[in-house]
Nanobody, 112 residues
């Protein structure tokens, strides 16, 4: 069955960086686009970034463009989200998605 397992979340100060990972299994990873979403307390889940199956095409939400970078390693069945210049408003649970499947999420808290 499809399994998506996120890791790498934690507490970081404003301006800091984190790299999230999503290990995928149960399907041919290199055949699917992957996405990262996030959900802050009291808010709807929002799309953060997407990447094409081969990794050649990426898209970002306006709020993270220039600060976040999505990438993938098809040999490791893993998708990454590099987050730089983090702000308090980036605080959320971050989810990996391969439609229609979701991972369990990883908490990112940006606070001094």
């Amino acid at each position: 069955q499809v399994r998506l397992v996120e890791s790498g979340g934690g507490l970081v100060q404003p301006g800091g960086s984190l790299r999230l990972s999503c290990a995928a299994s149960g399907f041919t990873f290199s055949s699917y686009g992957m996405s990262w979403y996030r959900q802050a307390p009291g808010k709807e889940r929002e799309l953060v970034a997407t990447i094409s199956p081969a990794g050649g095409s990426t898209n970002y939400a306006a709020s993270v463009k220039g600060r976040f970078s999505i990438s993938r390693d098809n040999a490791k069945n893993t998708v990454y989200l590099q987050m730089n210049s983090l702000k308090s408003e980036d605080t959320a649970v971050y989810y990996c998605r391969r439609s229609p499947y979701w991972g369990q999420g990883t908490q990112v808290t940006v606070s001094s």
